[in-house]
């Protein structure tokens, strides 16, 4: 069911230094910062040829990814996103399959302009999953 991979997600504390990490010394393709307030995240996009990696950096006071970095205080690993050609379909297989979607099942608007899901990560070898319709 899960196609391509869309993106990792990393959450940093310092969106300028990641940056600058990605485009010295990896020698990558990096985005200007883009604020995202609805998503209570500040996003530099990192272009691979076959993927994207996603810097998040908090933005506002209630940002989803704040007491993932209170825990991990030098940032990490946050999410990874898979593609799924039908978001409705794939949310109830996975229901049915017993898996927990987060919030209310209803699929929201990414990053992308695009309907998005995330998945429980104690359903998921401990990694929270975002399925995103391609
Ligand atoms: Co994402």
Do not use: W
Not at 26 to 37: H, K, N, T
Not at 40 to 59: D, Q, S
Not at 92 to 98: H, P, Q, S, T, V
Not at 108 to 126: E, N, S, T
């Amino acid at each position: 069911m899960i196609g391509r991979l869309n993106h990792v997600a990393i959450a940093v504390p310092d969106l300028a230094k990641a940056a600058a990490l990605y485009a010295g010394p990896l020698g990558a393709e990096v985005s200007a910062p883009v604020a995202l307030p609805a998503h209570g995240v500040t996003v530099v996009f990192v272009a691979l040829p076959n993927t994207k990696i996603e810097l998040l950096a908090p933005l506002g006071e209630a940002s989803p990814i704040g007491r993932f970095l209170e825990q991990n205080p030098s940032g990490g690993i946050h999410h990874v996103c898979y593609e799924v050609d039908d978001i409705l379909a794939a949310r109830d297989r996975l229901k049915a399959e017993g898996a927990r979607v987060l919030g209310d099942g209803a699929p929201r608007i990414g990053a992308h302009d695009r309907p998005v899901l995330f998945l429980h990560p104690k359903d998921f070898c401990g990694t929270l999953v975002e399925l995103e319709q391609a």
